[in-house]
C-alpha cells in the first residue's frame, strides 16, 4: 500500500494544476519558499494539519475533498 502522504501530496498538486496556480503562488500564500512548498507536493516532507488546511483554502477545496483519495486507499 503507498504511503498515504503522497496520496495527500497528488491530490493537492492534482488540484493547484486545476485551478491553474503555481507552486510559487501558493508557496507566497502560505508565507513559505517554493521549495519548501514543492516538498510538500514531492511527498518529502509531511504537512501539517493548519497548513494543510490553509492549502484546501488556497485551493478552494475542502479537508475532506483532500483526504477523499486517502480514505478510498484505506
Do not use: W
Request: with cysteine; net charge positive; glycine share 6%.
Amino acid at each position: 500500500m503507498p504511503y498515504n502522504g503522497y496520496i495527500i501530496a497528488e491530490a493537492i498538486r492534482q488540484r493547484r494544476l486545476k485551478v491553474n496556480y503555481s507552486q510559487e503562488y501558493v508557496a507566497q500564500q502560505l508565507g513559505i519558499s517554493q521549495n519548501a512548498y514543492s516538498k510538500f507536493e514531492l511527498g518529502q516532507c509531511n504537512i501539517t494539519l493548519i497548513r494543510a488546511l490553509h492549502v484546501c483554502e488556497i485551493l478552494g477545496i475542502g479537508l475532506d475533498e483532500l483526504l477523499l483519495p486517502v480514505l478510498k486507499v484505506a
